[in-house]
């Protein structure tokens, strides 16, 4: 069974920086794309930034610009920096993983922006 670990989350206000790290119980190599999702109360989840085994990574258009996914190898880690944070970035944000049979989530971490 496939674990994701994240940490990172917690409270700060507009303008701030926020570094969410997630780690699997296997190599990140293995699985096809990593990446982060977000749910706030009362809405549906949804992508934030997602980074493939090769090739380029992917961010929504609310993250461009301000959050950067990227891949730590030595330490099996993926990082998502938050950057200019904005109380609608407030959400329990998960970390995603793709690899045949199927996906797998993290358990969620916290995220909130004081305005």
């Known amino acids: 069974q496939v674990q994701l670990v994240e940490s990172g989350g917690g409270l700060v206000q507009a303008g701030g920086s926020l570094r969410l790290s997630c780690t699997p119980s296997g190599s990140i190599f293995s699985f096809n794309a990593m990446g982060w999702y977000r749910q706030a109360p009362g809405k549906q989840r949804e992508l934030v930034a997602t980074?493939?085994?090769?090739?380029?990574?992917n961010y929504a258009d609310s993250a461009k610009g301000r959050f950067t996914i990227s891949r730590d190898n030595a330490k099996n880690t993926v990082y998502l920096q938050m950057n200019s944070l904005k109380p609608e970035d407030t959400a329990v944000y998960l970390c995603w993983a793709d690899r045949f049979p199927g996906a797998y989530w993290g358990q969620g971490t916290q995220v909130t922006v004081s305005s």
């Open positions: 980074i493939p085994r090769y090739g380029s990574t």
